[in-house]
């Protein structure tokens, strides 16, 4: 990374996100942009994409719908593509819209997902969990995601929630990782035609037989979004973030959270030793360990971000992780301490477009933390195993085992 301007705050640094550099040196670089350069500077195809990881800039633009308009793309799906320029186009609904249809896409899908109605699904998540353990637990040693985290999405977010055919569940979970995290341009794009082919169908069926208090179903019937009736187009894309999103940052976040337990036996018997502090170390895990290294935005008019004048049309791209991680904001941003004063982060976004599916995360979260403590107050990370993380567009672990005892 060259080029970088300090002292004054208002510099642009370059660097190259889909970068083997920028993946082995991830957080190094996203200190150094905070420190010596308002905002980094990707180059995608040829056009230049305003890189934000200060927390004040993340929040400005995410609490600005009107100047930072999410209506040309906010999803980067994964693989190498810097060769091609920024998508243009909404892919995901209603992440893909701005006010006032986004709201009304919310107030239909919202009711499905307040804390009232997904406590409802916590004796589910922990029965699961007890399932799962119990099939990992007695070999002594076991992957954390494909063994873990995985299954339990898959099994409650897919069954339990979307009521997803039972032979089509795992195609989906392959696909919804393959979008975020595929090795190539070409993988995550074949994950995308497949997933959208796979929700369509299912849009068709539940339109046909829509099934009683079923979230899927209540996008299905609706009749009026903002003054007219959606399209099936449009109904597709909203099925395909509902059946997706969670799946790649909820196991994302609680694998990063496992696996800092594995490696600081410390902060282990702390958490084991008092599990009221579950709650605490998971939110400690959302912002240390949240996925989202870039979202787009679209600036609408002439305006300025942290110094920097941006003009109509330009690409800003938010790192949700470099945020929670600003220590002009969070003093010793790499220290977990589930005693923290303000640990008030944006995993989740902020304002008009915070994830719809916060509350269900959380319980997750929360739930099978719980049980793997209480199962396995003890655990250490695998030894003889390699270790790699992704960077882009979300940060997290490919995989890693534990040792029970």
Known sequence: MSGAQSGAGHGLCPVNLWSEEFNDEFWPTIGRLQAEASLGVHTQGSTPCYFATRFQDVFAVLRDAGTFSSEQGVAILGGDNRAEPPKNEGRFLPEDLDPPVHTGWRKIIDPYLTVKRVAGYEDKIREVTDELLGGVLPGGRFPVMAGLLRPLQLKVVFSEILHLPGDEIDDWMHWSHDLFVGETPEIAGAAFVNINNAAADLVRARMADPLPDDLVSAVCVVRDINGREPTMAERTAVVVPLAIAGTESVGTVLGGIVHHLARHPDALAELAGDRSLVPAAVEEGLRMFANVTA??????????????????????????????????????????????????????SVGPHRCLGANHARLMMRTALDRLLERVPRFRLAPDQDIKTFSMPTRGIHEFSIEVG
């Open 295 to 348: 979202l787009q935005r679209t600036a609408t008019v002439d305006t300025e971000l942290a110094g920097v004048h941006l003009p109509a049309g330009a690409k800003v791209w938010t790192s949700y992780n470099g945020a929670n991680r600003d220590p002009a904001r969070f003093p010793d941003p790499h220290t977990w301490n589930l005693h923290r004063e303000d640990v008030r982060h944006v995993a989740f």
